[in-house]
Every structure is written in structure tokens, then in C-alpha cells.
């Protein structure tokens, strides 16, 4: 399977299914296997380029030159161990664009998930939308979305603040935020449920609510 960082294109790979859920805790436990999970700025080319061999031998992360990848900022090809990048996203990337940052995140996503995977291809309808859940590359966009900003680190008032700290395009930055509030409103309701009935100052309202705050970060 080939999966690209691409432009538009009427052909969905169609995967196994994954929720948004699964994928921040795929991109967290990712992160905690290497001790990455209180930094917030996620070096993805030292990570790709370091830490990758080591968990797969056979991994190379290419640079090509532009021309070769027309229509594509980067590929890769899980069966033959490879990510295959253009040369000016490359050097982009190293360099901290934040653009080319959350390229070699996808790319990283799709090998880190779908290497195993069968996939199975589909022309999207015009008047249907493929589920995000079993679309291969929404997969690669929401997993370097949660791996180079996860919602426990988020805590920047601003876009402006979590893009410079994460490095991350603006857009990813208001993206995260948006989550960090759906989490947190999901907890505070939560909260709120299994607390009913007990005053504040009470045990097992507050063992409730500690509860709660260290399940925040797995979430």
C-alpha cells in the first residue's frame, strides 16, 4: 500500500476503523515509549530519522528529488520499510516548518498504523462523505494532530501560543483546542454525574474529581 500526502484525489483508501479516541491514545502510548510525553514541541525528524531504526530495522526515511514525487509532498510504502519525502519538504521539515512538521506526521501515522493493514479502495461519492473513522488518510491527519499537539500539554490560551510551543500550523492549533475544550467538557459532565448527591467537601467527591483529573491526560 502506497499512502501519500497528496492534493485532491476521488480515491479513498479505506481502512480499519479507528475513532478519534483510539488514535490519541495510539499517538500518547507512542509518545510515552520514549519518554516524549510532557515536551511539547515533538521532534518528529530526530524521531524519524533516530528512533524509527531502532524499532524497525529495515525503516528508511528518504529524501527524493521534487520531481520525483510530483503531486505529493511525501509517500510511503510500509511494505518495502520506506517514507519517501521531497527533498524541499525534507529540509523544510528539518529546518521547523510547521507545514512540513505535520507532513512527516502523517506520514509517520500511516506507517506506524497501517503498515499491517489490507486496504481496500473506493471512489468517494459526490453526495456521500467517507466516515473518518475508516478513511486512511483523516487516520494520518487526526494521529499527527494528537502526536505533535496532544490534549494533555494543551494549555495556551491562544492559537498563536500552542502553534509556537507545538509547532504546529495554525489551523492544527485551533483544531487541538477545540478538542482540549471537548474534553474537558466531557469530564466536567462526567464529574458532575458521578459526584450527584455529594457535598464538596466530601470524600468521595473529591477522590472523584482527583479521579478525573489524572484520567484527563490519557484521554
Known sequence: MRCCTIGTSNLIKIVSSRNRKRLRKEAYMLRMRFGLDKIKKFPVMEFLELIMPQIDEEFMLVPVEDDDLKGRAAETIPAEHVIRVKQSVYDAACQGSYWARTVMAHELGHYVLHGEETVAYAHGAPDERVPDEINAERQAD??????????????ETSDYLVSKHFGITR??????MNQVRRVQKRKTVEAATSTVGFPRNHPLYVRRCVLDTIAFAAS
Open 142 to 155: 487526526i494521529f499527527a494532530a494528537e502526536l505533535l499537539a496532544p490534549v494533555h500539554l494543551v494549555d
Open 171 to 176: 489551523g492544527m492549533a485551533r483544531s487541538q
